[in-house]
C-alpha cells in the first residue's frame, strides 16, 4: 500500500505543471491582442451598435457613428464582446465591428503635439479636445501619434486608449 501511495503522488505531480498550463490557458480568451482581458480596440465602421446584453436579441442602447474611437473591452461572450467608451458608457458589440488598431482620444481642451517626446521640444501643432489618434509607439508618458496630417508626441496623460504604464513599441 505505501508503494501505491507513491505512485499515486508521483503520478499527480507529474500532471500538475499540465494542469496549471492548461487551468492558465482557459483564462485566456482569443489570440493576439484578445489574449489578456481588459483591452483596448478601435471601431471599425461609423455606424455600430452597442446592445444590452450579447446577442441580436437585446435591445440597442448606442449606435456608434465615429470609425476608429477607442474603446476598452471588459468582457468576452462567444462573438460578442462588452466595452466602455471614453465617456464610460458601455454596451455589447459584435467582435467583428472591432479593429485591434490602436487609437487614442484627446482628453485635454488643448493637447500639445512636440516634435520629441519632451515637454520643452517644439510645438507642432494643438490638438482640440476629443480628436482620434492613431497609436504609432508609447514609452511611460508619451505616444506618439498620427492627428490628422500630422505626426508627434503627446503627453500619455492627456489621453484615452491607453494604460498609463502600457508602452507600445
Request: proline content about 7%; some cysteine; glycine content about 6%.
Amino acid at each position: 500500500m505505501p508503494a501505491l501511495r507513491a505512485a499515486l503522488r508521483f503520478g499527480l505531480l507529474m500532471l500538475l505543471p499540465w494542469w496549471m498550463a492548461a487551468s492558465a490557458a482557459a483564462q485566456t480568451i482569443g489570440s493576439g491582442y484578445e489574449s489578456f482581458k481588459p483591452y483596448f480596440a478601435s471601431l471599425r465602421s461609423n455606424e455600430v451598435n452597442a446592445r444590452v446584453g450579447p446577442s441580436k436579441d437585446h435591445p440597442i442602447t448606442w449606435v456608434y457613428h465615429r470609425q476608429g474611437l477607442p474603446v476598452q473591452v471588459i468582457d468576452v461572450h462567444n462573438e460578442w464582446r462588452n466595452i466602455i467608451d471614453p465617456e464610460g458608457d458601455k454596451g455589447w458589440v459584435k467582435k467583428s465591428l472591432l479593429s485591434p488598431r490602436r487609437t487614442v482620444i484627446t482628453t485635454a481642451d488643448k493637447n500639445e503635439l512636440r516634435a520629441n517626446p519632451s515637454p520643452s521640444a517644439t510645438i507642432i501643432a494643438t490638438v482640440e479636445k476629443q480628436v482620434v489618434c492613431t497609436v504609432r509607439v508609447c514609452s511611460l508618458h508619451w505616444c506618439q501619434v498620427d492627428a490628422g496630417v500630422y505626426r508627434g508626441w503627446m503627453e500619455k496623460a492627456s489621453l484615452w486608449g491607453i494604460l498609463p504604464a502600457e508602452i507600445i513599441e
